[in-house]
């Protein structure tokens, strides 16, 4: 008769099933981590980042709306560099000066707007900066995390045949290979996933802000220096 034993299994320790790893799932496992460690080291610099911008336009914007003279908000625009709406002043600001100075008023309102857009596509590429390292983790770490799979998948068959018996002792390196490099494939992509839409999202609220401060920069431009 056969005797069930009743002791618990031991505990799993996922270091300690690395360290038995092949050089291929080692391999790719350092290629995962190096994709996890600078998609979150983008991460966190974006998310200070936007939050810096967020705030600093705020205040910027308060600062402006409660100016009459453009001379004015660019004597204190040096306060506000990590608002991007300030960049866009600047550029706007820039094209008002040049045409002051030529012709002391005014005279071309579409070189103004076009000038207020080079300054909202500056801020914009700025702000996608390093968005493109983030689609790529999302997109190839999976794919990585799946050639360690379908690897240690073949090294659990291969050690069936190998061994010619059907016992978890033989083929627990194969499958401990296969489910360690897909999770840490998840691990790498999912995080790199949320925060590109994420930030993806961000961007275009804070176009959407530019553009209608630029409108805002326009009219006081147009009360301030036309005729």
């Known amino acids: 008769m056969t005797v069930l034993s009743n002791a618990p299994p031991a505990d799993i320790n996922f270091f300690e ?8 799932p080692m391999t790719v496992l350092a290629i995962l981590v190096m994709f996890s460690i600078a998609s979150w080291t983008i991460i966190l610099a974006k998310l200070a980042l936007f939050r810096r911008a967020r705030n600093a336009n705020l205040r910027f914007l308060r600062a402006f709306r409660k100016a009459t003279r453009l001379d004015a908000v660019a004597a204190a625009t040096e306060q506000f560099r990590a608002a991007p709406l300030a960049t866009v002043f600047d550029f706007g600001y820039s094209e008002v000066a040049r045409q002051m100075t030529a012709r002391q ?50 090294n ?9 018996a059907t016992s978890m002792r033989v083929v627990a390196p194969g499958i401990a290979e296969a489910l360690g490099t897909t999770a840490v494939g998840l691990f790498a992509a999912i995080p790199a996933a949320i925060f590109y839409n994420y930030f993806g999202h961000e961007i275009k609220e804070i176009g959407a802000r530019m553009e209608d401060f630029a409108l805002e920069f326009l009219n006081l431009t147009e009360r301030n220096f036309e005729g």
């Open 17 to 24: 099933l690395v360290k038995n790893y092949g050089p291929v």
């Open 105 to 154: 008023r005014i005279t071309n309102f579409t070189a103004l707007e076009r000038t207020l857009q080079l300054g909202m596509s500056e801020e914009v590429t700025r702000l996608e900066r390093s968005m493109n390292w983030l689609a790529t983790a999302a997109a190839v770490s999976p794919f990585i995390g799946l050639f360690g799979t379908v690897w240690g998948i073949m």
């Open 156 to 164: 659990a068959f291969q050690a069936l045949n190998m061994g010619g």
